[in-house]
């Protein structure tokens, strides 16, 4: 249900924002403290290795721990509002664009809109679009999630005026360079891969045991997610690094800070200080998040989608009834 399909002309553009909105936001519940986590490990300096006594996190179980104890349970939810508001946001656009452009691309060329080359081109330009939409959010759920004790920012509010009076308009969109050139290839690998692996999964699997279509759902996404993460990762931590630009005062606490001038900078700086590895902190967790993100995203867009054609169903019948 991905995608526009002619032969099951169910959910329209409207409807297909509110799914990937709903879906986005039961998701981000969900993956948030993996975030987190990622996001600590993107950003620190120092070796990711409990042989380096500077390290402040060298693990997921001991980065959990230790944030559980220096900043209580609710630290794995930190800038959970301007992240739902990111899920949200980004789910709705992606999602909207992705069936408009398979849509288009159906009726004005010779292309199939289910061709994994159309969902790659249509997924990552649609991914585009909702970043640019959303990244404002994105740079303030990072700023508030790398953020530790004491907080420089204690509200939505505060951060927002803070970052405009101290740093300008144009800081809400730092790191948007990596983050175009990153989310393009990722979200079109990701739905490129969730279209093969679906139409894998219909020839391999047969017709009478199709009944568990929701975890096949799941299944494929996840794989897509950890494919996709795996080949596009080191733009995600260049975003990281770029986002939190001006903000050193709140990274102290953490260790060694950082500052870049740009993209460029910062892949020099972090092949010089820390070697090609660098580019792969916090990998991990990350394919951990992808695997669960990308997997529930799709099995909840594609739940929402036909819980909504259920019900688009049900009141056509009962209006030819009445």
Not at 47 to 62: M, W
Not at 103 to 117: C, E, G, I, M, Q
Not at 221 to 242: E, M, V
Not at 269 to 275: L, N, P, R, S, V
């Amino acid at each position: 249900m991905v995608g526009y399909d002619p032969e099951a002309k169910c959910v329209s553009t409207l409807e297909a924002a509110a799914a990937g909105s709903a879906s986005g936001l039961v998701n981000r519940v969900c993956i948030c403290p993996l975030d987190v986590i990622k996001i600590r490990f993107q950003l620190q300096i120092e070796q990711l290795s409990s042989r380096n006594p500077l390290a402040k996190y060298h693990g997921i179980l001991q980065a959990a721990q230790r944030i559980l104890r220096e900043e209580g349970l609710f630290a794995f939810w930190k800038g959970h509002v301007p992240a739902q508001c990111l899920s949200v946001g980004f789910g709705a656009v992606q999602f909207m664009v992705f069936e408009s452009l398979t849509k288009l691309v159906h009726n004005v060329t010779s292309y199939s809109a289910r061709d994994p080359f159309v969902h790659f081109v249509c997924g990552g330009l649609s991914a585009c679009t909702a970043t640019v939409a959303v990244q404002p959010v994105d740079t303030l759920r990072t700023r508030f999630a790398a953020q530790g004790e004491p907080k420089i920012y204690h509200s939505l509010r505060h951060a927002v005026v803070t970052m405009y009076r101290t740093e300008g308009l144009w800081t809400f969109y730092r790191g948007l360079t990596p983050t175009i050139i990153a989310v393009f290839p990722y979200a079109g690998l990701q739905f490129s891969f969730y279209n093969i692996f679906q139409q894998f999964s219909e020839w391999m699997i047969p017709t009478e045991e199709k009944k568990a279509g929701n975890v096949k759902n799941l299944v494929c996404g996840s794989c897509a997610g950890i494919i996709s993460k795996t080949l596009t990762y080191p733009f995600d931590l260049f975003k990281k690094r770029l986002q939190v630009g001006g903000f050193e005062q709140a990274r102290a606490a953490f260790g060694q800070v950082r500052t870049y001038r740009g993209l460029r900078d910062c892949v020099r700086q972090i092949m010089q200080e820390e070697g090609p590895g660098g580019f792969f902190k916090g990998l991990s967790p990350s394919l951990l998040k992808a695997a669960v993100s990308s997997g529930l995203i799709f099995f909840w867009y594609e739940l929402f989608c036909s819980l909504l054609c259920t019900l688009k169903s049900a009141d056509i019948t009962k209006k030819k009834r009445s």
